[in-house]
């Protein structure tokens, strides 16, 4: 068995952090192979290394002094070489990053020295191979991730290595100039190193025990979630909820490698399965809820819509023109209306609407804004008969008034539109009938 480990920025933000992660890698031994984030913060008024060095490193470009803050980062580590008793001495890698700022090396460059001070920190401290993440993860010209080069070249690095660390967050183009992915993105290393090795498990290690039912600053001490498809989780995440980096998923999914979502300050804890698919049911019939405000609807109003052939394309096209995405467009006999985001459609608003009367000739155009979308996801609701039904009786006792309803055909999720102002209180009334009822 091999395991993948990585570990998130709180987990390795001191000394104390990293004795934890420590202890964790040192009580299974098919724990090999070790991605780190760069340290995270320590308390809430902290701030985190990537972000120091994103600072540190405008000022290098605009040709101000940085040293300060240099050694601030410096002391960073230093705090944590010291915490851990290691005799390692960063003095040469900082002099090198100093000279490498003044010659503007560039943004990504300047972040990425977090992973990669973390990781020879790291390396040192469990005894484990350090291997550069320049010279295994590759980016294309276009900049876009090289998986087949990634995995060929990673793939063999690492056979010959027993124990290693792969700092995360950051790889190179073809020339060795080092680029990173978007922010969080060592969860997408992790993925890439999980399948490199063709790991029996990818664990990510963060400060929470799972994917959380539903939002905890809506929900008081939501439930974990057990198990979850990926699919499910991708509903999840397009819908707001966050843990994992979207592109962490892809990597792992192909391979059929499942994630366990961990808790670093709780390791009993069996945290999260994201698994391709599950005879599994899960523990309530839904899996989880999320939802975001800000959405505008644009009803449109045609009579005898329902025959004219090409209208929904004319009336798309419209917010096309306009490099408008839509989210939803659930449609009636003669009316469709079209979900978009309320701070992408505002300042287009009028433009779009000439458009729709230009290509569509309809009868009426009116649009309400102030909107939430919301969407309850299982595989388990494929199931269970009135799900919609309980859905609704209890956004009906909570008093909310729902505008929209889309179920998808793959009865995976139950989209419902609502206004901002109802969003909790709904969040909270289906919170209540799926899970604190069966609890
Ligand atoms: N350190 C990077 C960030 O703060 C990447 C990561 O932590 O995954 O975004």
Same mark, same amino acid.
């Given at each position: 068995?091999?395991?993948?480990?990585?570990?998130?920025?709180?987990?390795?933000?001191?000394?104390?952090?990293?004795?934890?992660?420590?202890?964790?890698?040192?009580?299974?031994?098919?724990?090999?192979?070790?991605?780190?984030?760069?340290?995270?913060?320590?308390?809430?008024?902290?701030?985190?290394?990537?972000?120091?060095?994103?600072?540190?490193?405008?000022?290098?470009?605009?040709?101000?002094?940085?040293?300060?803050?240099?050694?601030?980062?410096?002391?960073?580590?230093?705090?944590?070489?010291?915490?851990?008793?290691?005799?390692?001495?960063?003095?040469?890698?900082?002099?090198?990053?100093?000279?490498?700022?003044?010659?503007?090396?560039?943004?990504?460059?300047?972040?990425?020295?977090?992973?990669?001070?973390?990781?020879?920190?790291?390396?040192?401290?469990?005894?484990?191979?350090?291997?550069?993440?320049?010279?295994?993860?590759?980016?294309?010209?276009?900049?876009?991730?090289?998986?087949?080069?990634?995995?060929?070249?990673?793939?063999?690095?690492?056979?010959?290595?027993?124990?290693?660390?792969?700092?995360?967050?950051?790889?190179?183009?073809?020339?060795?100039?080092?680029?990173?992915?978007?922010?969080?993105?060592?969860?997408?290393?992790?993925?890439?190193?999980?399948?490199?090795?063709?790991?029996?498990?990818?664990?990510?290690?963060? +400060?929470?025990?799972?994917?959380? /039912? #539903?939002?905890?600053?809506?929900?008081?001490? *939501?439930?974990? $979630? !057990?198990?979850?498809?990926?699919?499910?989780?991708?509903?999840?995440?397009?819908?707001?909820?966050?843990?994992?980096?979207?592109?962490?998923?892809?990597?792992?999914?192909?391979?059929?490698?499942?994630?366990?979502?961990?808790?670093?300050?709780?390791?009993?804890?069996?945290?999260?399965?994201?698994?391709?698919?599950?005879?599994?049911?899960?523990?309530?019939?839904?899996?989880?809820?999320?939802?975001?405000?800000?959405?505008?609807?644009?009803?449109?109003?045609?009579?005898?819509?329902?025959?004219?052939?090409?209208?929904?394309?004319?009336?798309?096209?419209?917010?096309?023109?306009?490099?408008?995405?839509?989210?939803?467009?659930?449609?009636?006999?003669?009316?469709?209306?079209?979900?978009?985001?309320?701070?992408?459609?505002? +300042?287009?608003?009028?433009?779009? /609407? #000439?458009?729709?009367?230009?290509?569509?000739? *309809?009868?009426? $155009? !009116?649009?309400?804004?102030?909107?939430?979308?919301?969407?309850?996801?299982?595989?388990?609701?494929?199931?269970?008969?009135?799900?919609?039904?309980?859905?609704?009786?209890?956004?009906?006792?909570?008093?909310?008034?729902?505008?929209?309803?889309?179920?998808?055909?793959?009865?995976?999720?139950?989209?419902?539109?609502?206004?901002?102002?109802?969003?909790?209180?709904?969040?909270?009334?289906?919170?209540?009938?799926?899970?604190?009822?069966?609890?």
């Amino acid at each position: 068995m091999k395991k993948v480990v990585k570990f998130g920025g709180s987990s390795l933000a001191s000394a104390e952090q990293f004795q934890k992660v420590g202890n964790i890698i040192k009580s299974d031994k098919e724990r090999r192979y070790v991605v780190p984030s760069a340290p995270g913060k320590r308390h809430g008024k902290d701030t985190k290394v990537t972000d120091m060095l994103y600072a540190c490193y405008a000022l290098a470009e605009e040709e101000k002094k940085f040293d300060k803050e240099l050694a601030e980062i410096k002391a960073r580590y230093d705090e944590i070489i010291t915490g851990l008793g290691l005799k390692l001495d960063l003095s040469e890698e900082f002099a090198k990053i100093n000279e490498n700022f003044r010659a503007k090396a560039g943004a990504d460059y300047a972040a990425s020295r977090g992973e990669y001070l973390n990781g020879i920190v790291m390396a040192n401290y469990l005894g484990f191979e350090f291997i550069d993440a320049a010279t295994a993860i590759f980016f294309d010209e276009n900049g876009d991730f090289d998986a087949d080069k990634t995995n060929k070249i990673l793939r063999k690095r690492l056979e010959g290595s027993e124990c290693a660390v792969v700092p995360g967050f950051y790889g190179a183009y073809a020339d060795g100039k080092v680029k990173t992915f978007s922010r969080g993105g060592s969860d997408v290393t992790g993925s890439i190193v999980a399948k490199a090795v063709q790991a029996d498990v990818y664990e990510n290690w963060t +400060d929470v025990s799972g994917f959380l /039912v #539903a939002d905890p600053r809506i929900i008081k001490a *939501p439930e974990v $979630i !057990d198990t979850i498809t990926y699919r499910e989780l991708r509903e999840l995440s397009y819908m707001g909820a966050t843990v994992l980096h979207e592109d962490a998923i892809f990597p792992v999914r192909q391979e059929g490698i499942p994630i366990n979502i961990r808790n670093t300050n709780a390791p009993e804890d069996r945290g999260t399965w994201i698994v391709g698919s599950t005879c599994q049911k899960s523990k309530f019939t839904i899996t989880g809820i999320a939802g975001k405000k800000g959405f505008c609807a644009v009803n449109i109003e045609k009579d005898m819509m329902n025959s004219e052939v090409g209208f929904g394309r004319k009336v798309l096209q419209a917010f096309e023109d306009y490099g408008i995405s839509f989210e939803h467009v659930p449609s009636g006999i003669d009316t469709m209306t079209v979900f978009v985001h309320q701070d992408e459609f505002m +300042d287009k608003e009028q433009k779009v /609407v #000439a458009g729709i009367h230009r290509l569509a000739n *309809p009868d009426s $155009i !009116d649009i309400e804004a102030d909107l939430a979308l919301l969407a309850v996801v299982g595989r388990g609701m494929r199931s269970t008969r009135g799900t919609a039904g309980r859905i609704f009786s209890a956004l009906a006792h909570a008093n909310v008034n729902v505008k929209m309803i889309d179920q998808g055909s793959s009865e995976l999720n139950i989209i419902i539109g609502v206004s901002n102002d109802d969003f909790e209180s709904a969040v909270k009334a289906i919170y209540d009938i799926f899970v604190i009822s069966q609890l």
